[in-house]
């Protein structure tokens, strides 16, 4: 019974109280109109809280985080391609000059981008002065910082910073591929800095920074130009100057370890979806286009090379398959984010044969590019910054070429491939002479035949 009757007051107690929560006369009406005000001045102040927030007013002007994670990650792939030039470049030279060569790229990504942070990127993309040069406002990346970006509102300005240093970092290094096996490491870390500064950087801001050739309407999606012609007319440059290894056209110079080359070839080939996808500087469609039509371009310029080759030769190589895709990486760089798939894939199929014609020539021209700087490179940027003047469609990125009705375009691609590939050219040879004339360029005699990773270094690559 008692327990019965404990239960019983227990159940009425309970009903007690949600009677009086239910039960609005179970407050005194004072507390009602005492809190009303209060209750409207919180949400009032609320509403205004976030009106007034960066996260409601300025959404748009923030940040976005999915594109800065691709642009963070195409950095990163941009990087990897200099390691990935290191190991190309380094089996195709003899086994004597392997470290030597990898030194190249190595140290070009420690200082071109000390370079890049202290002046570069303040020449390339800083205020424009007289449609030349950036101003040195950004000067040790003053002013630079999680701000959304002047050139990719999307992005923090410090992640487009070093997205584009990856690309002045990998440019010079390009260059070394003229003239490996025969200059000194002195000299070469004096002429990436002077050319850096005075050939890479003015280019950059010409065509990216909102320079003079930008407003005549010369377009680069991903550095045909910028990249790919300055290295490359720079490299014929520094061939004719520093003259044919010793021993040229009568020595054995095949390369030293082609599995080396062709694992450099994949890295290469692995970063170049950031180098170009990347510059779409969002992660979107134009990006993704860009992706498809990279790869378009590295296919369709392989097997065009390996069926001349074969033709040719009597026999498809692993060597001509490494090169072709190179060639065709670097001939649809300028184009990507402008050319559909299949427009794509004719400027890949240029790029194999007019790239294979130009390496099977120098020999009868009489230079040395030792790894075919000029062959690949600056005779791809200008296919593909021609493709651009043919087959760009607005439908992708706004800009039309000849074949969609858009004659201006062309000549303003060659407007942009006969100023950029003189500049460089000339300044180059400025610069080499220079660097000649405090340091000298070339290793002497002895050294050469050595090698320059004993001579230079001081090391070597394999212990047999």
């Not at 520093?242 to 390369?255: A, F, N």
């Not at 407007?415 to 300044?427: P, T």
């Amino acid at each position: 019974m008692m327990k019965n009757q404990k239960i019983q007051n227990k159940e009425q107690r309970t009903k007690n109280i949600d009677h009086r929560l239910h039960d609005t006369d179970y407050r005194p009406k004072t507390i009602i109109q005492s809190t009303l005000p209060i209750k409207i001045l919180a949400l009032g102040s609320l509403f205004l809280t976030l009106l007034c927030s960066p996260a409601f007013a300025g959404e748009a002007s923030k940040p976005d985080t999915g594109d800065t994670a691709w642009i963070l990650i195409s950095a990163a792939l941009v990087m990897l391609m200099t390691p990935g030039l290191a190991l190309f470049y380094g089996g195709m030279v003899r086994r004597k000059n392997v470290l030597g060569t990898i030194m190249h790229s190595f140290i070009a990504i420690a200082i071109i981008s000390l370079q890049w942070i202290l002046i570069g990127y303040s020449l390339s993309f800083g205020p424009d002065v007289s449609g030349f040069i950036g101003s040195l406002e950004w000067l040790g990346l003053n002013g630079v910082g999680l701000e959304p970006s002047p050139y990719a509102p999307t992005v923090p300005h410090l992640a487009f910073m070093i997205y584009q240093g990856m690309f002045a970092v990998i440019t010079p290094a390009l260059i070394s591929g003229a003239f490996a096996e025969r200059m000194k490491f002195s000299a070469y870390v004096l002429f990436i800095i002077l050319w850096s500064t005075l050939v890479y950087d003015p280019v950059a801001h010409w065509i990216w920074g909102g320079g003079w050739l930008s407003k005549l309407g010369v377009v680069d999606f991903a550095g045909g130009l910028v990249v790919h012609v300055t290295s490359g007319i720079s490299a014929l440059a520094a061939a004719l100057i520093i003259g044919h290894r010793k021993g040229y056209l009568r020595d054995s110079m095949t390369p030293h370890n082609l599995p080396m080359t062709v694992m450099g070839t994949g890295i290469l080939w692995f970063g170049w979806f950031g180098f170009n996808a990347g510059s779409a500087l969002s992660s979107g469609g134009l990006s993704t286009m860009a992706f498809v039509t990279t790869h378009i371009g590295a296919v369709a310029a392989t097997v065009t090379w390996i069926i001349i080759e074969w033709m040719h030769r009597g026999k498809p190589t692993m060597f001509g398959a490494a090169t072709g895709s190179i060639a065709g990486l670097a001939t649809i760089t300028p184009a990507a984010g402008f050319v559909g798939p299949m427009p794509a894939l004719a400027i890949g199929i240029a790029a194999g044969c007019i790239c294979y014609l130009a390496l099977n020539s120098k020999t009868k021209l009489g230079y040395d590019d030792s790894l075919d700087a000029f062959g690949v490179h600056g005779v791809g940027g200008i296919i593909g910054s021609i493709g651009v003047g043919l087959f760009a469609s607005s439908a992708i990125n706004g800009v039309n070429g000849l074949f969609y009705g858009n004659s201006q375009q062309l000549f303003n691609q060659l407007m942009g491939i006969v100023a950029v590939a003189l500049y460089s050219f000339v300044l180059c040879v400025i610069i080499l002479k220079v660097v000649d004339a405090l340091v000298g360029l070339r290793v002497d005699e002895r050294s050469e035949e050595q090698g320059l990773d004993i001579t230079m270094h001081g090391e070597e690559g394999y212990f047999l």
